[in-house]
T-cell receptor
Framework: DGGITQSPKYLFRKEGQNVTLSCEQN?????MYWYRQDPGQGLRLIYY???????QKGDIAEGYSVSREKKESFPLTVTSAQKNPTAFYLC????????????FGDGTRLSIL | KNQVEQSPQSLIILEGKNCTLQ??????????LRWYKQDTGRGPVSLTI?????NTKSNGRYTATLDADTKQSSLHITASQLSDSASYIC??????????????FGKGTHLIIQP
């Protein structure tokens, strides 16, 4: 079945540590996105990518980095510069053209040790 | 500033009853409005998507309406089931001319169905 796979499901970060969240899709979608979800808030866009080897900052990119070396993969690194990383992180993808909705993965919950 | 407001924040109803969730938005220029269902600990799943010219769309027991004049949408759930317990998120897309889709997410309505 086609879909988006995020791993790990749960992740813990120590002070000063960078951690990387994986996002893989087999939907052949061009566009991929990373969102952060905090309790009582709407999803906020961190980074997005329309094509391989290109990505753009979203509304809350500080303290995060991404890469898009392959169409299927869009990993997110939460760096030590992100002082409040505890959140639920969602990856999404969609076809670039038209009004098709985004397809979401099942998220990674990141916590601080 | 583009905004999406959802009400109520949370709702508890008995199994088998109907309910209606509300979404008001100030997003311009409007492109489309989507409703998503998000189970606890899972990613959102698309229920409906409506463009400016559509004022109602159904997906099984879910029916969404859109009034583009008043900038309001509703999601009506008929004959609720325990599996309907979830958060329901309203998302409005603005024509952005760029790659970020111009999406504004509501905070969601947390629905609990009691047996």
């Amino acid at each position: 079945d086609g879909g988006i796979t995020q791993s790990p499901k749960y992740l813990f970060r120590k002070e000063g540590q960078n951690v990387t969240l994986s996002c893989e899709q087999n939907l052949n979608h061009d566009a991929m996105y990373w969102y952060r979800q905090d309790p009582g808030q709407g999803l906020r866009l961190i980074y997005y990518s329309q094509i391989v080897n290109d990505f753009q900052k979203g509304d809350i990119a500080e303290g995060y980095s991404v890469s898009r070396e392959k169409k299927e993969s869009f990993p997110l690194t939460v760096t030590s510069a992100q002082k409040n990383p505890t959140a639920f992180y969602l990856c999404a993808s969609r076809v670039s053209a038209g009004t098709q909705p985004q397809h979401f993965g099942d998220g990674t919950r990141l916590s601080i040790l | 500033k583009n905004q999406v407001e959802q009400s109520p924040q949370s709702l508890i109803i008995l199994e088998g009853k109907n309910c209606t969730l509300q979404c008001n938005y100030t997003v311009s220029p409007f492109s489309n409005l989507r409703w998503y269902k998000q189970d606890t600990g899972r990613g959102p799943v698309s229920l409906t998507i409506m463009t400016f010219s559509e004022n109602t769309k159904s997906n099984g027991r879910y029916t969404a309406t859109l009034d583009a004049d008043t900038k309001q949408s509703s999601l009506h759930i008929t004959a609720s089931q325990l599996s309907d317990s979830a958060s329901y998120i309203c998302v409005v897309s603005a024509y952005s001319g760029g790659g970020a889709d111009g999406l504004t997410f509501g905070k969601g309505t947390h629905l609990i169905i009691q047996p």
